[in-house]
């Protein structure tokens, strides 16, 4: 058995000299790949003026859940207003959409969200830092933020009080191109 256990070392250190069998060096990392399916994810939504995107990735780096922004299940995306302004709110998209963390959250195949991170396009709002730290996620990561909206400074708050870390995303320069 010892025999056997060295010649298999053995085989295996004189695997790696072969140019062959090294793995290439220039993969992306888990950082970029989260975030370029995040990125992926929002051009998904419809919204004319707004694509968010948003992934739930848990301990193991695992995708368990996704969403974007759009209207929700068995609402149609031609039968309602994308409109970002009107005096009467029913004419207006904000009342009827649903946010991407909101979308990722209720589509995820885990039971369990806590300490999973969530990576997205856009920091959250209030109302989606609402559900994210009731559904115990551990850290969130952004793309890009409107530090100067309330809804970004009320979430960033509540984050805080909470214990759950934010960071933006660096941006590495790396390019992925996907043919469609």
């Known amino acids: 058995m010892k025999n056997g256990a060295e010649n298999l070392c053995r085989i295996l250190e004189n695997a790696k000299l072969n140019p062959e069998n090294v793995k290439r060096d220039d993969y992306i990392s888990w950082e970029e790949y989260f975030m370029a399916v995040t990125i992926a994810?929002?051009?998904?939504?419809?919204?004319?003026?707004?694509?968010?995107?948003?992934?739930?990735?848990?301990?193991?780096?695992?995708?368990?859940?996704?969403g974007y922004n759009g209207f929700p299940n068995g609402i149609s995306d031609d039968e309602y207003p994308w409109g970002?302004?009107?005096?009467?709110?029913?004419?207006?998209?904000?009342?009827?959409?649903?946010?991407?963390?909101?979308?990722?959250?209720?589509?995820?195949?885990?039971?369990?969200?806590?300490?999973?991170?969530?990576?997205?396009?856009?920091?959250p709002c209030n109302e989606c830092a609402k559900l994210v730290i009731q559904a115990r996620i551990g850290e969130i990561i952004y793309l890009d933020d409107k530090?100067?909206?309330?809804?970004?400074?009320?979430?960033?708050?509540?984050?805080?009080?909470?214990?759950?870390?934010?960071?933006?995303?660096?941006?590495?320069?790396?390019?992925?191109v996907i043919e469609l």
């Open 41 to 66: 994810t929002s051009h998904r939504s419809k919204d004319p003026a707004t694509q968010v995107g948003c992934v739930l990735v848990n301990e193991d780096n695992h995708i368990v859940g996704a």
């Open 147 to 176: 530090e100067e909206q309330w809804q970004s400074q009320a979430a960033r708050k509540m984050f805080n009080t909470a214990r759950i870390p934010t960071r933006k995303y660096q941006k590495t320069g790396r390019k992925i």
């Open 84 to 123: 970002k302004q009107s005096e009467n709110p029913l004419e207006t998209k904000y009342t009827y959409v649903v946010h991407a963390e909101m979308n990722a959250i209720m589509n995820a195949t885990a039971r369990q969200l806590k300490n999973c991170r969530l990576y997205t396009t856009r920091f």
